[in-house]
């Protein structure tokens, strides 16, 4: 069966976000690669020696409860992914996505958002919101994924999701709250 150009377009442009956002984006990791890494599914983490790794934020930071009262977008508990020091949390097969990453600083940050120009995609700045912040919105086949990113000292959080930018930012404030 032959697909749709608008869900091919859809597709492709859904494709260069969850890229974009699996790299492990930044100086401290070179894209595509899985420094560390351990896999894990329904909120478990390993490390690269099976156990929980020190120091990681894990999805239990990101309940599904949460985020779909904050999101107003109705998600299951998410799959689990283990990069070093970035977890990505993937509810309902990839629409909601949360990433942590605790080892970042303006210099990786500022990589990272090149990252999206690089994908055709553009970014605004957030002021006032952690040290820095900036959103972007893709549409393609009728279909908007907006994300936000926000960095406060070490940690950096990005959500990507159907939700408002305004919703997303909220979901950002209370997880910096607790990481």
């Known amino acids: ?81 283990d990069n070093g020091s970035v977890t990505m949390c993937s509810y309902g097969g990839g629409t909601t996505i949360v990433r942590f990453d605790t080892a970042t600083n303006a210099t990786s940050f500022a990589v990272e958002k090149q990252g999206f120009a690089t994908q055709g995609m553009t970014t605004t700045d957030i002021s006032g919101f952690g040290d820095e912040a900036y959103s972007s919105i893709l549409s393609a086949g009728g279909i908007t994924t907006n994300t936000v990113v926000v960095r406060k000292g070490s940690v950096e959080v990005l959500i990507s999701s159907k939700a408002t930018i305004e919703q997303e930012k909220s979901l950002a404030e209370k997880l910096l709250a607790v990481l």
Do not use: F, Q, R, Y
């Not at 390993?46 to 990101?62: F, L, N, S």
């Open 1 to 81: 069966m032959p697909i749709s150009p608008t869900l091919k377009c859809t597709l492709l442009a859904g494709g260069a976000v969850l890229t974009l956002l699996t790299t492990g984006c930044g100086s401290h990791a070179t894209p595509g690669t899985a420094s560390g890494a351990g896999a894990t599914t329904g909120g478990a983490t390993t490390g690269a020696a099976g156990g929980a790794a020190a120091g990681k934020k894990t999805c239990a930071a990101a309940p599904a409860s949460m985020v779909t009262a904050t999101l107003g977008v109705a998600v299951a508990n998410p799959d689990e992914t």
